[in-house]
């Protein structure tokens, strides 16, 4: 049994994975009262909710402590003082358990995790909070061939939500709005395999600040923003002539976004797989379920060697278990 812990940012969760099945997810978020994320907060919040979290995963696994052999951790990428905590946590179950702690990069996770569905060598659309990134494996390491050039498609629609008064995560709700709305034409900008959203944000807000329809900028603001993704993915599968297309991260939650990548895919003959919801926003089973690939190749540490790396990337980190 491998248990993860995730901690990065307004996640905490611990889950349980065993031969690459799951056992248990258990998550609970940090919700600030309004406006953004205050990172020693949200540590606090992980750091009141852990001890319960992890009684309820062991439950949930139906387990005993003693079964499990090592603790992933996600070490990195993430605000300092959520990382510290987690790490705190781990190292004091690791060490009280004899066990060695596994360091997982909380984005390749979320890579890792996609193909778990069933794709061998894909191209992976990554669309989280932070990070937007189109990557594909090549010579032991996870490559990125596009990324955004400002900030990622999910703090996009949150910073755009927070403007017209919704609060964090403002995307299920312009997913919502858009339903009602109709086409609009806003900037796109795609340049190679990289993208940027400052330019739409501007004009949304332009556009909003002249009284147009909330449900219209949603509209338009999904068929820009995600169009330019999938452009952007199938440029890099066109590239690297790879067949497969995974999606992640917590924006991959959007149906919109799946059924665009799908219709993609079936246009260049490419399959197409994305996770269930509880694995792509962010959770513990995806870091249990990479720290179990990497302890099986080696990848472990003693608890008091393993620190923190808040800005670690995903090509910095030797893949050594694929
Ligand atoms: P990172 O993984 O880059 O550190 P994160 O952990 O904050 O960022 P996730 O938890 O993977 O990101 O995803 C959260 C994001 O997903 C939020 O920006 C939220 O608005 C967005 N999101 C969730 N559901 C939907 C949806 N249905 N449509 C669009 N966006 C969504
Ligand atoms: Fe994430």
New binding site residues.
Partial sequence: MILGIEC????FGIGVVHNKKILANIRDMYRPEKGGIVPLDAAKHHQHIALSLYQQALDKANINEKNIKAIALSNAP?LAPCLLEGLRFAQQKAQSLSIPIIPVN??IA?LEIGQHEGARDPVLLYT????TQIIAFSSGKYRVFGETLDI?I??F??KFARHVGIPF????F??KEAKKGTYIELPYTLKGMDVSFSGLYTKLIQLYNNKIPPPDLCFSLQETAFAMLVEAAERALAHTEKKELVLG???A??TRLQEMCKVMCKERKARFFCPKKEFL??NAAMIAYTGELMFKAGVFSPPSQVNIEPRERTDEVDVTWK
Avoid: F, K, M, Q
Avoid at 8 to 11: D, Y
Avoid at 128 to 131: K, V, Y
């Fill in positions: 990065t940012a307004h996640t993430g909380h984005c979320h989280s909070g932070a990070n990622g999910g703090n629609l949150d995560p403002g995307g299920p312009i997913e991260g917590g924006v939650c959007n926003i962010d």
